[in-house]
């Protein structure tokens, strides 16, 4: 069956710099693309940015571009979330999604906190 699971949260200061992992199984992966949502305090759970399934195109919530970064290696079935200059408005609880032939897939998700 399709598992989809997150990694990498935790506790990290304003300014500095985290990688999310997730590593999914059950599918081909490489044939997919890969989209990281979030949920944050409030607020209803929202993309923020999804790759293509060979990796070549990507596309970031306005907010974020310049700051986070989608890449996946399909040799390891992973994609990743390279979050850069973090700001306490980006903590929250990150999820990975792959909709493989029309169904959603979910991880449990990994929780993010930026606080100093």
């Known amino acids: 069956q399709v598992q989809v699971v997150e990694s990498g949260g935790g506790l990290v200061q304003p300014g500095g710099s985290l990688r999310l992992s997730c590593t999914a199984s059950g599918f081909t992966f490489g044939y997919y693309a890969m989209t990281w949502y979030r949920q944050t305090p409030g607020k209803e759970r929202e993309l923020v940015t999804s790759?293509?399934?060979?990796?070549?195109?990507?596309n970031y919530a306005d907010s974020l571009k310049g700051r986070f970064t989608i890449s996946r290696d399909n040799a390891k079935n992973t994609v990743y979330l390279q979050m850069n200059w973090v700001k306490p408005d980006d903590t929250g609880v990150y999820y990975c999604?792959?909709?493989?032939?029309?169904?959603?897939?979910w991880g449990q998700g990994t929780q993010v906190t930026v606080s100093s």
């Open positions: 999604n792959a909709k493989v032939l029309g169904h959603n897939y």
């Open positions: 790759i293509g399934s060979d990796g070549r195109r990507t």
